[in-house]
């Protein structure tokens, strides 16, 4: 497959509309891409997932990149399976919440392994809304992670729960030394400066330095 192929778009258009915003991408996202496409190869040819552990380095250099736009696109525009898949499953490493939609938009995926990652990846973009929409799915671990929703309960009880955990401590009516340096006076402490001293201060620098500029060289 074509670097073209594998991502769903030609590889040097890096000006795009995408969830009604366009984007112009700079040689930032050419390496990320560049990367991208080095996993994606790594994983179609490997039997097992060490490919994983051969790569980890590359994967978190992806992910120090913060490459939510570009994986955002691959997840919209490819058309392998595979790919899509291994772009949301970066995608959710990289945090944030850009591109939910996209990614929510494979929830009814007949591939479990794809609807397992999709899972995965909205619930660490934190998109509650989209993940809501999983809770009925056939598969365990995909329910398991569409249960894991946030807490809906007031702040007032989270803070009673809260407190009630908290260990008190007596509070110590012991009054601490206050240690003054054998240097400083305080019976004649030094008298604060005047206001304009430092603009008198900036006006002779200046001074000095046209009078330094205005002399004629040797």
């Known amino acids: ?44 040819k490997a039997r097992d997932s060490t490919w994983l552990i051969r790569h980890r380095e590359k994967i978190k250099a992806l992910e120090r990149r913060g490459a939510v736009v570009e994986l955002t696109r691959v997840v919209k525009c490819s058309k392998h399976d595979e790919v899509v898949r291994l772009a949301i499953w970066l995608r959710g490493r990289c945090g944030g919440s850009f591109g939910g939609s996209v990614v929510a938009a494979h929830c009814n995926s007949d591939s479990l392994r794809t609807r397992r990652a999709v899972a995965r990846c909205l619930q660490r973009m934190c998109a509650w809304r989209y993940l809501s929409t999983m809770l009925e799915d056939p598969d365990e671990n995909v329910r398991h992670f569409a ?59 200046r001074r000095r330095v046209r009078h330094s500029g205005s002399a004629p060289q040797q």
């Open 1 to 44: 497959m074509t670097r073209s192929d594998i991502l769903g778009f030609p590889s040097d258009d890096w000006s795009f509309y995408m969830l009604g915003k366009k984007y112009r991408l700079g040689s930032d996202a050419t390496k990320s891409i560049a990367l991208f496409l080095e996993i994606v190869l790594s994983a179609t």
């Open 147 to 205: 249960n894991q929703l946030p807490s809906r309960r007031s702040f007032e009880e989270r803070l009673s729960v809260f407190a009630g955990r908290v260990r008190r401590r007596p509070l110590s009516h012991r009054t601490s030394d206050l240690l003054i340096s054998p240097d400083v006076e305080l019976s004649d402490p030094t008298p604060p400066r005047p206001g304009d001293f430092f603009r008198r201060l900036l006006l002779r620098i």
